[in-house]
């Protein structure tokens, strides 16, 4: 793209922003969020894009609807979809709205009663250049109460990553706690969580839409077992792990293959506080290399047993390995298997991150 076409589009794309902006509102507009137990709150939904490995146009774009306060698994959507606009710091929500908007709208065609009272979404609300990042975008455009919850800060309006803030974190005890994000304003543009007593790492909490900041970080926290609150750290069931194996990786026939194929090439977007850098890649990949050969129980410190075994002895064809001798058969060791459940387990170096086919657990 040339500089012309992208100043001319940067001005559209913040004339649009500053339109949307307006409407955003900032307070509770329903009596669950004012209850202390949020009462009246029976659904919660989560949305994200995962990206491929080294591709920034194809994406899985991902909707779940989770009961509450139980969180179970209500509902879930992923479709294969192509990005067409361009990415441009502080615009992502025009390359990624589309295609979440549409998962809403789908199910409100389809299951209306699914529809979920409040949205969690992979990145940040008014925590933004312009106070107006994807959770507002939305929120907006589908008129539902939206939070925007982002795992690394953005470095935006005099908010840095700096002594400062790294003490801060450090002051945060137990899950619950948090502290503001205040502008060189004085206004306050979102809230750094400490999400669960599990994590010391906190996750960024902003208003999206039709909900007030404090309530946003109180339903953030109830939603939270892990670090990331479960509607969005739930992005890869069976339905998705589906799609995207179906989508990038036709050349590899056997079940098998696909599973340990898609280890190397499933990944998470991550803002990045450069702006001149698209939201970077993370790999979820497997550190251990006893594991990637399937045939032997996995020797990573991290790891109590290979599930890479489990999966390929539960989706080779039976022939393949009836073949085999009895001392080169896939196995697993009683104390390492997991019942009636095809996992798919991968180790990321700060946080141990568990993808199952069929249901999500992290350990």
Known sequence: MSARPAEDLVKQWESEQALLRQQVVEGDTEDWQRAPDFSGLQRVGGVDLSFIKGDD???????????????????????????????IAGFLAFRETPFLLESLQHLERDQPQLLPQVVFVDGNGLFHYR????????????????????????????VNKDEEHQSQIAALQKGGDCFPLTATSGKVLGKALRSCNKSSKPVYVSVGHRISLDTAVRLTHSCCRYRVPEPIRQPFTAASFSCCVSGFLPSVSSS???????????????ETASPSQPPRAKCLERPCEAATKALSRCTCP????????????????????????????PTVSPENTFANTSRLQI????????????TFQEQ
């Open 57 to 87: 146009v194809n994406a899985c774009a991902q909707l779940v609807v989770l009961s509450y306060p139980d969180l179970q698994l209500l509902y879930e959507d992923s479709q294969m979809v192509t990005l067409t606009a361009p990415y």
């Open 256 to 270: 098998a293959g696909k599973m340990h194929a898609v280890g190397s090439l499933l990944c998470r977007k991550e």
């Open 131 to 158: 106070e107006f990042g994807l959770a507002c975008h939305l929120g907006v455009l589908s008129g539902l109460p939206c939070v925007g919850v982002a795992k690394n800060l953005l470095q935006v309006q005099g």
């Open 302 to 329: 991290l790891a109590t047993g290979s599930v890479w075994t489990q999966l390929y002895a539960s989706h080779t064809p039976a022939a393949a390995t009836e073949s085999q001798s009895p001392s080169d058969r």
């Open 347 to 358: 180790h990321d170096a700060k946080n141990e991150v568990l993808i199952m086919l069929g």
